[in-house]
């Protein structure tokens, strides 16, 4: 009795021979070969990802997703903190909420925005070797978080130095 070897997974109605051709468009399931940049039949760009990494446009489009975020939660930790100014009637205890405030806001965005940056890096060294698609939103992804948490951060310090006052 002889057992078979086990095979690669083959997405769902394709055969050996067709993989054995070359690559099934993704929109269409028509084989393609592996060195043709775009499917005969529809058009789509042919994308071949590599095992275990995800692809370029993926990481682009997390990166200006999580900079949208870091604005979403630089504005609401901001209308928080202006709703303890309105609220709080002492002074003292007021410095102290505002700063504990902007260290929430600090962290929130710190960590949102190093996300951003580390998936915007990486999209654009993954669209380095020619492949353009969404390099553009890697960059305004790192360029958007950057500048908010450059804003954060002196945002922070400052209600530190009056703190300290």
């Known amino acids: ?4 070897a086990p095979t690669a997974l083959l997405p769902f109605g394709t055969t050996v021979e067709r993989a054995r051709r ?6 269409c399931r028509t084989p393609v070969a592996a060195a043709e940049p775009f499917c005969a039949h529809c058009g789509a760009r042919v994308v071949i ?9 993926v990481a682009a489009t997390r990166s200006l997703q999580f900079a949208l975020l870091v604005i979403a939660s630089n504005i609401v ?10 609220l709080v009637a002492d002074a003292a205890r007021l410095m102290q909420a505002a700063l504990f405030l902007e260290g929430i806001k600090l962290l929130v965005v710190a960590t949102l925005a190093a996300t951003s940056i580390r998936l915007g890096v990486r999209g654009i060294r993954e669209t380095a070797d020619g492949m353009l698609r969404r390099r553009a939103w890697a960059v305004a992804g790192v360029v958007v978080s950057s500048i908010f948490t450059l804003l954060v951060v002196c945002s922070f310090l400052l209600t530190l130095l009056l703190a300290l006052r």
């Open 77 to 86: 930790v901001g209308a928080l903190t202006l709703g303890v100014v309105v």
């Open 22 to 27: 070359g690559v099934a468009c993704i929109v």
């Open 1 to 4: 009795m002889t057992v078979a």
């Open 49 to 57: 990802a590599s095992r275990g990494k995800r692809p370029a446009d």
